[in-house]
């Protein structure tokens, strides 16, 4: 028997030490902002379904935009067994994706193209009041970010909402001011 005191030790399977969760990836080069500072968009709500042994199981699936107006923007997807805890998960989630976008005043700098699976997006600057032309989940996520004077184009065949936030998002990621 060991009849030292026990000092800080690692808890069993824990190679770090103390009683901090597991890290979940890398973290964000920005902070997570206040949650009262971050407007939400809903994109997506649908009901999933799993089939098991004894027949199906729904579940929720929601898919989030936040954003700040000012540059920051970030799109969350998760599942909940019902439909506030789904969109809970994906705000969440939304935070920890939240990156800063470079604007010129109310536009982007230059014309940018991006493919996210079979998405492909071109978004192109605008003069200062000409608005936001785009639509579907490209015009969210440009609102979200705080972009007025754009306009966007969905060059892929796909309709998925998810798909094309997620390659608008890609386009935004490639802005070099």
């Keep these: 028997m060991n009849n030292q005191p026990q000092q800080n030790r690692p808890q069993q399977g ?17 902070s997570l902002a206040p949650k009262r500072e971050l407007k939400e968009k809903t994109l997506d ?30 799109v969350g997807v998760a599942k909940g067994i019902d439909v506030a805890q789904a969109i809970d998960k994906a705000r969440h ?12 005043e109310t536009t982007i ?11 492909r997006v071109l978004i192109k600057p605008g003069k200062k009041g000409s608005g936001l032309k785009a639509g ?10 705080g972009i007025q004077d754009a306009s966007a184009k969905c060059l892929g065949r796909t309709k998925n909402k998810l798909t094309n936030a997620l390659a608008t998002l890609e386009a935004l990621k490639k802005l070099t001011a």
Excluded: W, Y
Excluded at 52 to 66: A, D, P, Q
Excluded at 109 to 119: G, I, L, M, R
Excluded at 136 to 145: E, H
């Design 14 to 30: 824990d190679r770090r030490g103390g009683n901090r969760p597991p890290s979940r990836g890398p973290r964000s080069n920005v």
């Design 45 to 74: 709500l649908r009901r999933v379904t799993r089939v098991v042994k004894g027949g199906k199981r729904f579940s929720f699936r929601c898919t989030l935009i936040v954003g700040n107006e000012k540059g920051l923007v970030g």
């Design 93 to 104: 989630d939304a935070m920890k994706q939240t990156f800063s976008v470079k604007l010129k």
């Design 109 to 119: 700098a230059h014309e940018v193209e991006a493919k996210f699976s079979a998405a």
């Design 136 to 145: 579907g989940a490209v015009r969210s996520v440009l609102l979200m970010t």
